[in-house]
């Protein structure tokens, strides 16, 4: 499938120390690696894909292919081709600022909305008093609903993919928490100190 480069701002409170920023910044690449992998596992599996087939008996001969054993996807920075890698294009260094960046449409979208969603939710006074635990509950509850729900026709036509080449429910919830769920839960973190406020 084609990849569609996209453009997203995310707006900022404050700016914060360099190690601050490193964390958000590294975080952030992580999540956009992460769910770039997922989406190029995913669409490699796609039986409008050319590779559907080639990919399946892989699959069937040497078991799956990017992923170990805790079902985590090889998000290396190597394995995303320069034009889908991650690009910071424009930076405001003020109260309140942004960064716009600039990367695949579909891992950017997903940040975007996660990111929106979680901040109209942080304005809930409700959110602020919910424990740790049920924060991190709440996070994967809406992570699995934003990917599942995106663009729904062709997620689920990817989550039957995956149930034929042999997941079951479990391990799908399994590879999208921990491919998807993890790494935005740790980029929201950044939300919440407020180098993140939203996106756009």
Known sequence: MTRENKTIKILADRAGTVKELTNYLTALENAYNSLHALD??????????????????????????????????DNSPDLIKPVDALIISRISIQSPGFWEIVGSLNPLQQIREYLKDRHER???????????????????????????????????????????????????????WTNAGKPLMKLGKHQDNGIIKSAE
Request: charged letters at 40%.
């Open 40 to 73: 190029r596992f995913l669409d490699l599996n796609h039986p409008e894909s050319r590779s559907s087939r080639r990919m399946r008996h892989f699959i069937y001969k040497f078991g799956l292919p990017f992923i170990n054993s805790s079902l985590k996807l």
């Open 122 to 176: 942080r304005k809930d006074i409700e959110w602020r008093e919910t424990s740790e635990k049920e924060k991190a509950i709440l996070e994967n509850e809406l992570i699995q609903k934003q990917i599942i729900d995106y663009d729904n026709k062709l997620q689920v036509d990817r989550i039957k993919i995956l149930k034929e080449i042999g997941f079951s429910n479990e391990e799908i919830r399994e590879l999208i």
